[in-house]
């Protein structure tokens, strides 16, 4: 069945947002943690669904680019708008060269994470709280300024943390420039993270007991489950 899936055509869809995101798995094998590169759109009508499940290699720019090849051999012609994602350098390279035109939008929960490692416990609230208010400022011009405040207050003191954030200013503010209804939906990889938090409480019982094949057919199976509850993205009469 997944086989099948992955091999459809893709002619009549056009996808406005996709989020992308390499999830790991425990596996019975020499290579000890299974990657599977998931791409999840949303089309014109606000309806989200998967593009693909695929087997990959770490989140390598190879494994990525082969897969993106291959959805748009299989007819994606129009490019994503916006695609969603964390830090991992291999998906964005591999999406710029494969849809060049599409803007890149960092997750800002991953974001926020890799700073606050670099920070003292003591900081972590302050700084936690700082960062929201850049992502939930009312316009661009303000999240700017927040940026801006939040980089001249801590640099001092925290260099390789605001380095971190400075590093992806642009990408991290890149949602501001859709319909505000949407942001919610933009900012964070959250569409995949939390369809794959119930999928992992039925792969985690497995203890490491399954292979490769297994663990992407048990992925793609859960996945067309949850498929089935989501809803409409807000606002998605501005999606067109």
């Known amino acids: 069945e997944h086989e ?4 459809r ?14 999830v790991y798995f425990n596996i019975r094998s020499d290579d000890a943690r299974q990657c599977i590169l998931v791409i999840i759109g949303v089309t014109e009508q606000g309806r989200k669904e998967f593009v693909a499940i695929e087997d990959g290699y770490r989140e390598s ?4 680019t082969e897969l993106l090849v291959r959805v748009k051999e299989q007819g994606l012609i129009h490019s994503p708008k916006l695609a969603i994602g964390d830090g991992a350098l291999g998906f964005w390279k591999s999406l710029h060269k494969i849809f060049p035109q599409t803007k890149h939008q960092r997750c800002w929960v991953h974001k ?3 700073v606050l490692n670099k920070l003292p416990k003591m900081v972590q609230p302050k700084v936690k709280q700082a960062l929201h208010e850049i992502w939930m400022a009312p316009t ?6 927040a940026f801006e405040t939040t980089i001249q ?7 390789k943390a605001m380095e971190c954030l400075e590093k992806d200013k642009e990408q991290l503010l890149a949602f501001y420039d859709f319909p505000a209804p949407h942001w919610q939906h933009i900012r964070t990889s959250n569409p995949i993270e939390s369809t794959f938090a119930t999928v992992r409480l039925r ?6 007991c399954v292979a490769r094949r297994t663990i992407l057919a048990m992925v793609y199976k859960l996945g067309m489950s949850a498929e089935k509850k989501w809803q409409r993205l807000r606002g998605f009469k501005l999606l067109a």
């Open 153 to 159: 207050a801590y640099s001092g003191k925290y260099p």
């Open 9 to 22: 055509r893709f002619e009549n869809k056009r996808y406005v947002y996709i989020w992308a995101d390499g």
């Open 61 to 64: 720019e190879q494994s990525w």
């Open 140 to 145: 661009k011009k303000d999240a700017f300024e």
């Open 4 to 7: 099948q899936w992955s091999q």
């Open 203 to 208: 792969t985690d019982k497995t203890r490491g």
């Open 112 to 114: 926020t994470a890799n």
